[in-house]
């Protein structure tokens, strides 16, 4: 069974920085793209980026360019959503995704983990 | 324009019928891929590409498009199906992560 286990809950300050992770499992891991998805409270759901851990290639939604970072490691079948500086606005539940394919062009998130909540809070 | 407009609510009586729209531009040269999310869950997919139903996905659930516009039609509405739905595909300028805003639906 294909699984996405997301790390806990973060409670941080305006500035600090924060990794999250994802732990996937029951697939090769480097044979899919893997990313991630924000829904801030009781809001819609935002693309922030994929990134394929065979390369480490990335794609990210404009918005989100600049200001977070993916990575992986292999060794581990882990995904991470790095920030170096938060801010309150970045306060939602998180999504890490796998991509199943790519349709046409467009990916097909097939597996969703259950989502990390991050608040940012002074 | 690189944005995906859905309706934010709609209504529909216990085994009718219900058409969801995503317009958007891009539309024109992607497909929208659906997803549904219950209160305190995590989305699911119920429609990618063409119109393919992952499996456990009644076939109540399918897709069509014309234009720009992705349509998501639920033959028969059942009580379970009262979620939000959100449409999702790709822009023309290379963003791959496009989402609609979401229509909450409620079956009456």
């Known amino acids: 069974e294909v699984q996405l286990v997301m790390s806990a809950a973060e409670v941080k300050k305006p500035g600090q920085s924060l990794n999250i992770s994802c732990q996937a499992s029951?697939?090769?891991?480097?044979?899919?793209?893997i990313g991630w998805v924000r829904q801030m409270p009781g809001k819609g759901l935002e693309g922030v980026g994929i990134?394929?851990?065979?390369?480490?290639?990335?794609r990210f939604s404009p918005s989100f360019q600049g200001h977070v970072t993916l990575s992986v490691d292999k060794s581990a079948n882990t995904a991470y959503l790095h920030w170096s500086s938060l801010r309150a606005s970045d306060t939602g539940m998180y999504y890490c995704?796998?991509?199943?394919?790519?349709?046409?062009?467009?990916?097909?998130?097939?597996?969703w983990g259950k989502g990390t909540t991050v608040i940012v809070t002074s | 324009s690189s944005e995906l407009t859905q309706d934010p609510a709609v209504s529909v009586a216990l085994g009718q019928t219900v058409r969801l729209t995503c317009q958007g531009d891009?539309?024109?040269?992607?497909?929208a891929t659906w997803y549904q999310q219950r209160p305190g869950q995590a989305p699911t997919v119920v429609i990618y590409?063409?119109?393919t139903r992952p499996s456990g996905v009644p076939d109540r659930f399918s897709a069509s498009r014309s234009g720009n516009t992705a349509s998501l039609t639920i033959s028969g509405a059942q009580a379970d199906d009262e979620a939000d739905y959100f449409c999702?595909?790709?822009?023309?300028?290379?963003?791959?992560?496009?989402f609609g805003g979401g229509t909450r639906l409620t079956v009456l």
């Open positions: 999702h595909s790709r822009d023309n300028n290379g963003n791959l992560l496009l």
């Open positions: 995704v796998r991509v199943g394919s790519f349709e046409s062009g467009v990916p097909y998130m097939d597996v």
């Open positions: 990134i394929f851990p065979g390369d480490s290639q990335t």
């Open positions: 590409g063409r119109n």
């Open positions: 029951g697939y090769i891991f480097t044979n899919h793209w």
């Open positions: 891009s539309l024109r040269n992607f497909y």
